[in-house]
């Protein structure tokens, strides 16, 4: 088993069994690592995405009910592998001036200093549109670049900021190559992905 994903499934607590990330983690295992990372690098990274995440929605089914927040969350664990694999520089499970963040990319000092270069990820754990657009509001207090918000839902809402949907069209998918297509714009040297 590659180490990579050797690492996230074994560090793991064992009261954890059966959680989404172990699911997600399994599924990923059944994968190459080196077919994920070939279709990332060929640009075609939407249909893996869509592969994996469908078939850990079907696994979690079998076993028991979803539950409101699980396919968000499945979701964010998969979008931490894949920035990981994608080599994508990103700050993740942070709070940047009393606001909460789920991921940054590249980072918060960035943020800080040169907001239309770094892309906010949330993922809300609630279908609660009053909730979700009180999320938007704080994170408009240090990203005031509503297109450089980006929300991951199961369902799409009337939103001022970028969102991707679980659901239907599956919108998520494409959410990689769209970070991709936004890093490998910017000038700096950290911004660059890829070893290969």
Same mark, same amino acid.
């Given at each position: 088993m590659p180490f990579l994903i050797?690492? =996230?499934?074994?560090?793991?607590?064992?009261?954890?069994? /059966?959680?989404?990330?172990?699911? /997600?983690?399994?599924?990923i295992s059944e994968y190459e690592e080196q077919r994920i990372l070939s279709d990332i690098?060929?640009?075609?990274?939407?249909e893996i995405i869509?592969?994996?995440?469908e078939k850990c929605i079907s696994k979690i089914e079998k076993i028991g009910e979803i539950k409101p927040d699980t396919r968000v969350t499945i979701a964010e664990g998969l979008s931490h592998y894949l920035l990981t694999m994608a080599m994508i520089?990103?700050?993740? &499970?942070?709070?940047?001036?009393?606001?909460e963040i789920d991921i940054a990319v590249p980072?918060?000092?960035? /943020?800080?200093?040169?907001?239309?270069?770094v892309i906010v990820i949330s993922f809300p754990k609630t279908n609660d549109i009053n909730v979700i657009k009180s999320q938007i509001e704080s994170m408009k207090k240090v990203q005031p670049n509503p297109d450089n918000i980006w929300?991951? =839902?199961?369902d799409d809402? &009337? =939103?001022? #900021? &970028?969102?991707? #949907? =679980? &659901?239907?069209?599956?919108?998520?998918?494409?959410?990689?190559?769209? /970070?991709?297509g936004f890093t490998s714009g910017k000038k700096q040297s950290k911004l660059k992905i890829f070893k290969i």
């Open positions: 050797t690492t =996230l499934i074994y560090n793991k607590p064992s009261s954890d069994l /059966l959680e989404p990330s172990d699911i /997600l983690y399994s599924v690098v060929q640009g075609e990274s939407a869509k592969s994996i995440f520089p990103s700050k993740r &499970k942070t709070t940047f001036q009393s606001v980072d918060t000092i960035t /943020l800080g200093t040169s907001p239309q270069d929300v991951v =839902l199961e809402m &009337k =939103l001022d #900021t &970028k969102t991707y #949907t =679980l &659901k239907g069209s599956m919108t998520f998918a494409n959410m990689l190559n769209d /970070l991709i």
